[in-house]
């Protein structure tokens, strides 16, 4: 009994560091299953408010189909994302057609002034902003998870539960280009 003693205050020690850790990374794997869920809110946000902007152009600006069609296609993409590389590509894809709404409104000087347009593109300056923002707050969620995954001993129950890294939101190439607006 004496020798039993001993042997069950090691499982029980490392039952209880397996748990901890266990729960640990639990809650870690469910804030960056939070922030990437905020991240695609922000998105939606955004998506569901271009059509509103591009209807008001749309009524100033009626032979610019073109630009029409390609936004669309932008929130289409954005709303068939489901990974933060397709969410990256398809939000280059919505930066583009939203500048391409800009140069349409510099060319219809009274498109500018229309209070509706004005506070559309209030709207969406906001809620770019907000996705950055979002974006940060995912990454930063990842990393905290990403290092908690590859510390020992974690490491060793990560593995042996399945968790493996996660995938940062990272910006499409050549986003660090600044954009060429021509008239």
Same mark, same amino acid.
């Given at each position: ?33 939070? #922030? ?8 939606q ?15 100033? #600006? ?16 954005v709303?068939a ?7 990256? #590509? ?14 349409? #409104? ?11 347009? /004005? ?26 998870f ?11 129950? /990560? ?15 050549? /986003? ?8």
């Open positions: 009994m004496k020798k039993l003693i001993p042997v069950l205050a090691i499982v029980l020690i490392i039952a209880g560091i397996f748990g901890s850790t266990y729960n640990k990374l639990q809650v870690k794997d469910e804030d960056v299953n939070q #922030a990437w869920a905020q991240v695609e809110n922000t998105m946000r955004r998506a569901d408010l271009i059509p509103n902007l591009v209807e008001t152009v749309k009524g100033y #600006a009626k032979h610019e189909e073109d630009v029409f069609t390609k936004v669309t296609e932008a929130r289409s993409a709303k994302a489901s990974t933060p590389k397709e969410y990256a #590509a398809a939000n280059e894809q919505m930066d583009q057609a939203v500048k391409n709404i800009n140069v349409v #409104a510099e060319a219809y000087p009274e498109l500018k002034a229309d209070s509706n347009f /004005a506070n559309l593109q209030a709207e969406l300056a906001g809620t770019e902003n907000r996705i950055a923002v979002e974006r940060k707050r995912y990454n930063e969620a990842v990393a905290d990403n290092k908690s995954v590859k510390r020992f001993p974690t490491n060793i129950v /990560a593995k042996m539960l399945g968790f493996s890294q996660r995938e940062y939101f990272q910006a499409a190439p050549g /986003a660090e280009k600044v954009p060429e607006v021509k008239f």
